[in-house]
């Protein structure tokens, strides 16, 4: 079974930059698509970020374009989520989710994907 774990959040200040990693082990392929989601207190989950199995194609939400930067180091095994100047309202909890074996192809429904994170909650205060 493929497991997918996410680390990085936290409480932070506004203004502050976030890290996120997510691993994705047990993988019976070596092509798979990552995405990210986030869901806010009282909100439905959403889509953030979504890379193909090289890094080669990346696509954001329209809603975070420009303000993320989402990487992975297929060395090891890891996919990162990036933010600059985090700001006060910015509290969600962070998802991971993998597509196996999909080659250069990237997804932005949940329901695309197959396996899923924990989450990592990121506290923004002000």
């Known amino acids: 079974q493929v497991q997918v774990t996410e680390n990085g959040g936290g409480s932070v200040q506004a203004g502050d930059s976030l890290r996120l990693s997510c691993a994705a082990s047990n993988s019976p392929y070596s092509s798979d698509s990552m995405g990210w989601f986030r869901q806010a207190p009282g909100k439905e989950r959403g889509f953030v970020a979504a890379?193909?199995?090289?890094?080669?194609?990346?696509f954001y939400g329209d809603s975070v374009k420009g303000r993320f930067t989402n990487f992975r180091d297929n060395a090891k095994n890891m996919v990162y989520l990036e933010r600059n100047s985090l700001k006060p309202g910015g509290t969600a909890g962070y998802y991971c989710a993998v597509r196996l074996g999909t080659g250069s192809k990237y997804y932005f429904e949940d329901n695309e994907y197959d396996d899923w994170g924990q989450g990592t909650q990121v506290t923004v205060s002000s």
């Open positions: 890379i193909s199995w090289d890094g080669s194609k990346k």
